[in-house]
Structure formats: C-alpha cells, structure tokens
C-alpha cells in the first residue's frame, strides 16, 4: 500500500535529498507551487490481487448485510390473536343471517337448509367489513357501496367476487367449530371453480 | 479457604457484560505504552535540540523523516480517505466476530421484588457504585460526576503550559500528564475494574481467586473519626469535623503548592498562571485527592465519615 | 430501370422502397453502435456526470475536490499533515466513535422495528428478537457490544487528545464540547440498559435514579431537598421516571431520551464538534516539538 511518504519529488535511488527546484518539473498551475505530485513511476506496485480481494470482501459483505437486511423483517413465528373459534350448535341458529358472531369473529352465520356455513366479514374490494341490511335483505359495504346477497354473493357495486366462507366442521360434541384462518373463495366472473362447494366450505343440517 | 478458583475468575471475565472490561485491561495499558512511546521518542529529540541550537534552528522538530522539499501536506484522497476505510473495515470486523460469537445478556424479567446479588451498574458506572461504599449516595452520585464532569471541561482553562500542544511528550508535561494519569487510570479505571471483578455478592471484597459466596460472614463495623476521638456530641462533631476537613485542606493544598513551585519549570508555569486559575486548580485537585485518602481509610481503618453534621456527612 | 413500368413520375435517382428501408435500418444500427461504443466509458455518460460532478483521475485538482464537494466527505480539508495519516497519533479513536454511532443509529433503528416499549411486552419482544426473527440475536448483539465499544473508544480518544495536549489554545472550547458528548455517550448507553425490562436493567436504573433522589436540594433525601418541599412525587427523579416507581412510565420515557433525544442531542453537539475541529485548525498534530526557550511570555490584555 502506497503510503503517503511517496508524495514527494523523486530521488535519486540512494535516498539522498535533492532539492529539486520546482522548474525541472512541470509545475501545476500556481508558479512558485511547491514540487507537484510525484511521477508515476516512484509509486511501488500495487499488488492487484490483495486489492481485489479486499474490494471483494468489502462488496460482499456489505451484499449479505443487504439481504440479511431484509430477510430481518419477516419473523418466523406470529402472535396474532387465534383464529380458531366453537360458535355453538346448528340448532343455537335461525334460519338466514345470523349476526350472533360478527363482532366478535368478523363472520355472519348463514343457516339455509340442509347446509350451514359462515361468511367471513371482509368486502372482496378493499376489505371493509359490510352490514347485513335486513329491511333490503342484502350485504351492503359502506366503503364503495359493494352489495351481497344473503349468501353472500355479489351483485352491486365494485366487489370482484363474492365474500369468502370459513371453513366449518362439527367437533366431537356436535359442536360448530370454525377457522377464520383458512377461506375459501369462487371467483365467479373469472370462471374459477366453486370452492364454495367444497368440503370444509360448510356442514349438513 | 481453597486454592485458586480459576473456575470464578473464568466465569466473571467471561460473563458477556465483562467482556468489555477484560478489554479494557488490555487496551489500556496498550495505548498508555504506545503514547509514552511515542513520548520518549519526541523527548529524545527534545534533549537533541536543546543540546544543540544550530540544530534547533535547521531541524524540522518532529521524529518522523522529512528533507526539505517533501510536502508537509498530502491530499486526504486517497491517503487519509483510504486509512479511514481501513480502520472502519478492522473495527467492523471485529465488532462482526464479536457478535457472532458472544451473545448480549438477558436475564429474567424483570421483578420489583427481587434484587439479584450482586446487583451492579452498567460496568462503565461502576466506579460510581464503588464510590457509594465510602460516600454517602448525594456525593457519590451526583457530587463527584458533577464535579468529574466540570473538572475536565476546566482543565484547558487552567493549563498554562504552551509546551506539548500537538505532540506526545512527557518531560515537558510532567505534572499534567500524572495528575491525569492518575484521575482516569487510578481513580476511574481501577475502580471499574474493582467493581466488576472484586466486589461480589454483598458489594463484599472477593479477591482475584476467591469463590463468590453470598452466604461469607463478615464481622466489619464501621467507626466514625469522632467517636475514634471520643467526640460524642453533635456541636462538637461538626466542629471536630469541620476542623479535620480544614487541616486536610491546608496541608494537602501547601502540599501540593510546594510541589508545582518546586523544580523549575513548574515554577514558571506557575508563574503564567493567574490566582483565579491557580484557585481552582487547587480546588480539584485537593478535592481529587480526597478520594483515595476516604478510600485508605476506609479499608484499613474501617472508618466511615470524618464530617458529620445534622444535614450531611462526609 | 427500363423495363420497369411505372405508374407515377419518378425522379431517376430515388431508391426504391427496399433499399430505403435498409438505409434506415444501417442508420439506424450504426447509432445503436456509436451508443454501445459509449458505454463503454462509463464515466463519460451524461448520467454518470450528472451524478459525479468531479472526474476521478489523479490530479491533484481532482483528488481535491473529490474531497471538497462531496457531501460525505467534505467534513474533511483537501490536505492533511502528512504525519497525521500515521496511526500512532490520533489511533483513529475519534473516527471509531463516529463510525460505532452510525453502526448504532443503523442497528438501532432496526431493532425498533420489533419493540413495544410497553411494561409487558418488552421484554418479550427481546426474547422474540433472539429467537424468532432471522438475524435479530445477531443484531441485538451488534448494538449491544457496539454500544460498550463506543463508550471505550470516547475514554481512549479523550486520553489521546490529553496526552497530545490537543485541547490547549484554541481547542478549549472543542474539549469541553467532548466533555458534554462523552457524558451523552454514558447516557445513552445508560438509558439503552433499561429497554429490555430484564434484571439487568430494572437495577441499574433503579440504583442509577436512587442516587437521583440524593441530589442536595432537589431530591427527597438529599441535603435541604426535604427543606424545599421536595417529595417523591415532585423531585428530579420523580422527572426522571416519570413516576415515584421505576414502573411503565420510566420505560417508555428511557426508550425516547434513548431512540430520539438524545441523539438528536449529540447529532447535533457532533456538528459542533466537528466544525470546531476545522476551524481551530484541523488535527491538531503531529506538530513541530517546541522547546522551553521558545516559550513566549503571557499577552496581558
């Protein structure tokens, strides 16, 4: 590594001083300067090698900090509050919407003989939670304007699809358990297929 | 008593917290040695030049080469830039290989209830912590960082010798540099270290090999100057310690006034200074000195306060 | 060409419409060279100048403004002396501390990403930090132990510009400027210990603001504090903890001095610090040594 002694006029070989005058050297643009900077030839070589190698260490570590950085924002466990809920006997529900449950799990409880199932709360737009207009007899999302049928199904407004349904099943006590954590959905002007149909997607009254 | 426990002395130097301190009893001596190299080296050169007044008038007065005709200056970039990303590359590096391999603490959390023992300050207050054995919590923590903190901000104001300004030296700068030596490394560092690897459990002297038994018994009650004295009423204890506090005061003040007058150049200093500068010099440095001599005490004589009076006790 | 009927009136020299096209087409593909060739030279592109104001080649006009008209670097003069480079003078101890509170800011301000500086919470958010979150031990421990460094490299520059005498005339005022940022250092430092909520820190700062409550005149238990009407509930630890107890409002109180102000604080007084270092006339050495003959006599004013 060139160090800073080698800023300075050349020398004769044995080291002796010479007091060059500045006028054996083209001299920068003030007269009078001091002697300018040295010819290139008194610098010792630069060993290209250990250069590289260190450049490439510094770029390196400075690109897996990068991706260290950014692989530090997603954590590998959550706590989220649970999404698994026990809601209660078929027979606990009316037939239609029911509204028992919306503001402590975010789902309408949807009885329409022979089958139950429960609508998760979550516009298909943005992501409002709509209200069950039962004088108009549909879902309607303050947020766009959005409406639902009953079941959920969309009709009016800029929603893309009808609302989600959380899988539901019967414990072994007969019990209606459900996960709002897992969703299925039917992208119904896409053509998609009817995931409403699936089991999990409702149980059998 | 047992042997040696090398198996304490491994568990407190490498209790991560420490790490810092173990350190420090490298870096410190390390960079002390390395100035006062450096130091002799520019005093040698200093005898040279005295002896010598042609060469004093010729000479470029530093220890590194130089002929007339180099640059006395050269451009940062890329000489100092490239230094600096250096001394940047080795402290990251280490700093790296330090986190990979020691982790930083964490205890239980934290119970209101419950003080761990031995429960001590961040290693860097520890000299403080090690005050409060011999001085009541006000001076110890508030009085001494206060005037610790106002004793340095002063000591460019009262330093009257032009001499050193820019290089190592110590024959030039015989007083400032052992007063100071002796405030940082004696009365700061010496005390950090006692606190991390002397005191244990109990704030009891444990030394260096000692097992950290929270359950030693220790039979050490403190007596008071007065009560050595027979002093037993409270008019009398304030003038007893009042009249104490002032013989210290004029001995170790005359002490130290016959020692900056003595030799020669400290007398010309001396003579630069004015009385305000030469007043609070004297303020600090009897103040400083203060500290050592309560600790002394202390520790052999079991003496607890020398002052005591209805509203402090020193 | 003769045997070519046309319908329209042609002037004899007009190509075809082929061999326009394949004129444009040349034209058109030796551009696209001529920029090829160009980029070539990276650092003649309009883009990279306008990025780079200075050319880096190695005159000295442009190692100096290289310097100057950086925004990073123009914290330092164009020219140093010469022996100032070497390491043994300064031990780069400023430089280290400087560095340290970037790499702490930087960490820092991660780890922010992932604490609640709530009573119950905190400390759960430490032990989630350790374990659950890619490379959080490793940067908890980096600002943890770049924060122990930081407060060795301050001790050992403040050491090294005693014994270089760096704070005589007219650095005094530099000095005493280190004097408040060393003791921000311990501060911060301080204030940081109590964020885990764990023992560690629950009694340090405990015994850190007891001591609070000694102060002569405006603690609870100092000298003439209880003369002054000075209660647990209105004295400077009081102000402190914000609180009688070290409790949910000394957390979140030592979590802002920590996180924002007191580094605004010290950003600033490092402002300070630096622009003194250039004005009272840059590294203070390594100077010519002076001898005692030369000692000038005091100016009275």
């Known amino acids: 590594m060139a160090n800073p002694e080698d800023a300075r006029p050349a020398e004769s070989p044995q080291g002796a001083a010479v007091a060059t005058p500045p006028a054996s050297k083209p001299a920068p643009k003030a007269p009078g300067a001091r002697p300018a900077a040295p010819p290139a030839a008194q610098k010792p070589p630069v060993n290209k090698f250990r250069r590289r190698l260190i450049w490439t260490a510094v770029w390196g570590y400075l690109a897996a900090n990068f991706f260290m950085f950014l692989r530090f924002f997603f954590p590998r466990a959550l706590f989220e509050p649970n999404t698994v809920h026990t809601i209660g006997y078929p027979s606990d529900f009316q037939i239609g919407v029911n509204e028992k449950y919306k ?31 039962p004088a108009e007899n549909k879902f309607k999302c303050p947020c766009h304007g959005s409406g639902y049928t009953p079941e959920g199904v969309n009709f009016e407004g800029p929603a893309p699809r009808p609302m989600d349904r959380a899988q539901v099943e019967l414990d072994a006590t007969g019990q209606i358990v459900v996960d709002t954590s897992r969703l299925f959905s039917w992208f119904k002007s896409a053509g998609g297929p009817d995931h409403f149909e699936d089991p999990g997607a409702y149980i059998t009254v | 008593m047992g042997g040696f426990n090398w198996q304490q002395l491994w568990e407190i130097a490498s209790a991560p917290d420490n790490v810092p301190i173990v350190a ?102 520890l000299g403080l912590q090690e005050m409060l054995v011999y001085f009541d919590p006000w001076i110890a923590g508030v009085l001494m960082p206060t005037l610790i903190i106002v004793g340095l901000m002063v000591i460019p104001y009262i330093d009257e010798n032009p001499l050193g300004s820019g290089y190592y030296t ?23 270290f006692i606190g991390t690897f002397i005191r244990g459990p109990g704030w009891m002297w444990f030394w260096p090999g000692q097992t950290w038994d929270p359950g030693r018994v220790v039979f050490e009650p403190n007596r008071d100057l007065p009560d050595l004295f027979g002093v037993s009423s409270m008019p009398v204890k304030i003038v007893f310690g009042a009249i104490v506090m002032a013989l210290y005061v004029a001995v170790v003040g005359y002490g130290l006034h016959k020692l900056i007058t003595r030799a020669g150049f400290n007398k010309k200093i001396y003579e630069r200074m004015s009385v305000i500068q030469y007043v609070v010099m004297q303020t600090f440095l009897v103040v400083m000195l203060l500290l050592p001599i309560k600790i002394l005490i202390r520790l052999l004589f079991r003496i607890k306060y020398i002052w005591i009076t209805p509203w402090f006790n020193v | 060409m003769a045997d070519q009927v046309s319908t329209t009136p042609e002037p004899k020299d007009e190509p075809p419409k082929l061999d326009k096209i394949r004129q444009g087409l040349k034209a058109f593909s030796d551009k696209a060279k001529e920029d090829i060739e160009a980029l ?65 800011t930087f960490t820092g301000v991660l780890l922010m990403f992932y604490y609640h500086p709530s009573k119950g919470q905190a400390y759960r958010d430490i032990v989630y930090l350790m374990n659950d979150v890619p490379f959080g031990r490793l940067l908890r421990n980096m600002h943890r132990w770049a924060a122990h460094l930081m407060v060795i490299a301050v001790w050992l520059h403040m050491f090294r510009v005693f014994l270089t005498g760096s704070y005589k005339r007219p650095r005094e005022f530099n000095w005493c400027v280190g004097v408040v940022l060393l003791v921000f250092t311990l501060l911060l430092s301080f204030t940081g210990y109590l964020l885990p909520d764990d023992q560690l820190g629950f009694w340090a700062v405990t015994v850190g603001t007891n001591m609070a409550r000694a102060t002569p005149l405006l603690g609870h238990e100092g000298p003439f504090g209880p003369q002054l009407g000075m209660t647990p509930y209105n004295d400077v630890r009081f102000a402190l903890l914000g609180g009688s107890i070290v409790d949910a409002n000394a ?38 040594v002076q001898l005692e003959s030369e000692i000038k006599p005091i100016r009275k004013i």
């Open chain 2, 170 to 192: 110590l024959k030039q700068r015989k007083f400032a540099i052992a007063t100071f030596c002796f405030g940082f490394m004696v009365l700061w560092l010496v005390m950090v």
């Open chain 3, 40 to 104: 070539k030279k990276p650092e003649k592109t309009p883009l990279y100048k306008s990025m780079f104001r200075v050319k880096h080649d190695e005159s000295e006009r442009s190692r100096a403004l290289s310097v100057l008209t950086n925004v990073f670097f123009h914290l330092h003069p164009a020219k140093v002396n010469r022996d100032a480079v070497r390491y043994g003078y300064t031990w780069g101890m400023g430089g280290i501390t400087f560095y340290l509170f970037i790499v702490l």
């Open chain 2, 24 to 125: 420090l009893l490298f870096l410190a001596p390390f960079y002390t040695w390395y100035a006062f190299h450096q130091a002799r080296e520019n005093d040698r050169l200093i005898d040279q030049l005295e002896a010598d007044p042609k060469l004093a008038k010729t000479h470029h007065r530093k220890t590194f080469p130089w002929r007339p005709g180099w640059l006395k200056e050269i451009h940062t970039w890329p000489y100092l830039m490239r230094m600096e990303l250096l001394v940047a590359i080795i402290v990251t590096v280490i700093l790296t290989v330090w986190s990979l391999t020691l982790n930083a603490p964490l205890e239980e959390l934290s119970n209101p209830n419950l003080t761990m023992n031995p429960a001590k300050a961040p290693w860097y207050f």
């Open chain 3, 251 to 288: 957390l979140l109180r030592a979590y802002i001095w920590h996180c924002l102000a007191i580094p605004i604080i010290v950003s600033l007084l490092l402002g300070v610090h630096f622009w003194r270092v250039r004005k009272d006339g840059g590294i203070s050495g390594p100077a010519p």
């Open chain 1, 103 to 133: 503001q402590a799990y975010r789902i309408w409880v949807v009885k329409e003989p022979p089958r139950l199932f429960c609508i998760f709360g979550k516009c298909t737009h943005l992501g409002c939670t709509p209200d069950w207009k």
